[in-house]
């Protein structure tokens, strides 16, 4: 039971690159959430899935997109990368049961 | 709207001692408030949380209290130790099941 896992670790774009960051989970959980983290203001959400087939915007969606390919897997797309969206991208999937997230490992990204 | 507001941002104790962080959550949360724990270059972890129906919850060293009245809860640390330094977040849970967190706060226990 590997939990929430998150693709790749780290990565170095340059400005107007596209990537994608995967996350999947193997808890059977419905909802799941990006976020990302910058130093002095905590985690703020991207986008979420309430469940397969559905994705809302969180608090700062400009700039991403967001695919719910099954119930396991919700992945973030940067269709042309920016320095600001420099952070640490963190994936997580909800316990409706508990209300618990868990997070994944994070991705590291740096656009230059 | 959706806000959820932390203090102190930074916090030194000394070991032994105790530490105290606060949140405040805006009107339309739901009734799910947790607490996580990051330490450098982890990711965050749950350590405690309390539901809109109960004013306090303790795990050994540490516990929640909650007013509802004035949407605000913190989180109370006792007798800390050097491994309770890490970065703590507290966050509300909102329409869709969302988590807004708190910007964190960063707390140092000196030995």
């Known amino acids: 039971n590997a939990g929430v896992t998150q693709t790749p670790k780290f990565q170095v774009l340059k400005t107007g690159q596209s990537m994608t960051l995967q996350c999947a989970q193997d808890?059977?959980?419905?909802?799941m959430y990006w976020y990302r983290q910058d130093p002095g203001m905590g985690l703020r959400l991207i986008y979420y899935?309430?469940?397969?087939?559905?994705?809302d915007k969180g608090e700062v969606p400009n700039g991403y997109n967001v695919s719910r390919l099954n119930k396991r897997e919700f992945s973030l797309r940067l269709e042309s990368a920016a320095p600001s969206q420099t952070s640490v991208y963190f994936c997580?999937?909800?316990?409706?049961?508990?209300?618990?997230?868990?997070f994944g490992p994070g991705t590291r990204l740096t656009v230059l | 709207g959706e806000n959820v507001e932390q203090h102190p941002s930074t916090l030194s104790v000394q070991e032994g001692d105790s530490a105290v962080i606060k949140c405040t959550y805006s009107?339309?949360?739901?009734?799910?408030f947790p607490w996580y724990k990051q330490e450098l270059g982890k990711r965050p972890q749950l350590i405690i949380d309390?539901?809109?129906?109960?004013g306090e919850k303790k795990d050994q060293r540490i516990a929640v209290t909650l007013n509802k009245t004035a949407k605000h809860f913190s989180l109370h640390i006792t007798e800390t130790q050097p491994e309770d330094s890490a970065v703590y977040f507290c966050?509300?849970?909102?329409?869709?099941?969302?988590?807004?967190f708190g910007q964190g706060t960063e707390l140092s226990v000196k030995p």
């Open positions: 997580a999937s909800l316990a409706g049961y508990t209300d618990t997230q868990y």
């Open positions: 808890m059977n959980h419905n909802s």
């Open positions: 899935s309430a469940s397969e087939g559905t994705t």
């Open positions: 009107d339309s949360a739901s009734n799910y």
């Open positions: 309390i539901r809109s129906n109960v």
């Open positions: 966050a509300a849970t909102y329409e869709g099941g969302k988590l807004i």
